[in-house]
């Protein structure tokens, strides 16, 4: 779910902001994509919640956000500590409504929420996204796992109006599942997809050299791949809540 989430703000064409909301504690970017190299003593988004609570969110947001040389990423740092999860749940409302602020400075924001049913888990960011995708590999236990919570995502994005913002992401279609297989399993339609390449997958992962030119493997051509299509729903989806919208404001 990280790799992936990295790997799509990687090729993302607008300059994001890649946040770290898993709630255990893992710092999975920072201990693998750096190897350890840049583990985060201070700064994160629990100084976020801090911030919430002094009035200050927006204006502290900028300063916690860490670069990812030679991209134009920023990164917000998760929690250091899995206990430190719990303090976060009422800053997830008030920072949506900061990031969705960011769009008219042409920035995007991307969240790796972790895995869901965990304490801590920003379910209130994911409702309030444009687009949530639900991560799932093609195989029989990734789809049981991802049938028990879909019909949940489904109505918490049905209860808002906003039924078009949610999908599904596989990863490795085919193996043994096809995309629409998954589709019709989850009765959630698949937006995009990331081709099943774990050589090139652990550049993401542990860092990693890419054993060949990264922009030619399988991996990256998905991504690349998976961004189009993932736009082009944000797109339609807008659409449709902007016509939800218009025709219940209708006398």
Do not use: C
Not at 123 to 131: F, G, I, N, R, V
Not at 138 to 147: E, I, K, Y
Not at 163 to 184: D, I, Y
């Amino acid at each position: 779910m990280t790799s992936s989430a990295l790997g799509l703000a990687m090729a993302w064409p607008r300059p994001s902001i890649l946040v770290d909301a898993d709630p255990t504690g893992a710092r999975a970017i920072p201990a693998g994509y750096f190897r350890g190299g840049q583990l985060p003593s201070e700064g994160s988004i629990v100084d976020l919640a801090v911030a919430h609570r002094q009035g200050s969110l927006v204006e502290e947001l900028p300063r916690l956000l860490m670069r990812i040389p030679n991209t134009h990423i920023q990164l917000l740092n998760g929690p250091v500590r899995h206990n430190q999860a719990r303090a976060l749940d009422s800053l997830w409302e008030p920072l949506a409504g900061a990031f969705k602020g960011l769009e008219r400075n042409g920035q995007d924001v991307i969240v790796d929420a972790g895995r869901l049913g965990l304490e801590g888990s920003p379910y209130k960011l994911l409702a309030a996204a444009d687009l949530a995708l639900l991560v799932t590999r093609s195989t029989v236990p990734a789809l049981v796992g991802a049938a028990s919570w879909a019909p949940t995502l489904r109505d918490t994005f049905s209860r808002s109006g906003a039924a078009s913002s949610l999908g599904v992401l596989v990863v490795g279609p085919g193996k043994p599942f096809t995309a629409s297989e998954v589709s019709k399993t989850l009765q959630t339609p698949t937006v995009a997809a990331l081709e099943w390449d774990p050589a090139s997958a652990e550049v993401f992962s542990i860092g990693a050299q890419p054993r060949r030119k990264f922009e030619n493997t399988g991996l990256s051509k998905s991504l690349r791949a998976a961004v189009q299509a993932i736009q082009a729903t944000l797109s339609s989806s807008r659409a449709a809540i902007d016509l939800a919208a218009g025709e219940r404001s209708q006398p």
